[in-house]
């Protein structure tokens, strides 16, 4: 049986934490930041944990 292959869009967007969380980044701070607050940039520019509900999936794709 061959290998399994993870998926490499998913390895460029998440990684795993120390205590096994995965973490991710928000959406939304690419381009057109004009019209977002001050108050929202700076929400998203810190890292998030990826929602129980997603976890698996994420997992699967990661080959964990």
Do not use: D, Q
């Not at 381009?31 to 977002?36: A, F, G, N, Q, V």
């Amino acid at each position: 049986m061959p290998k399994m292959k993870s998926n490499s869009s998913a390895k460029k967007r998440f990684k795993i934490s120390g205590s096994g969380h995965i973490k991710r980044k928000h959406a939304f701070k690419s381009h057109i930041l004009t019209k977002k607050s001050k108050k929202r940039k700076r929400h998203i520019t810190h890292a998030a944990s990826v929602h129980p509900t997603n976890m698996k999936r994420v997992r699967a794709m990661l080959c964990i």
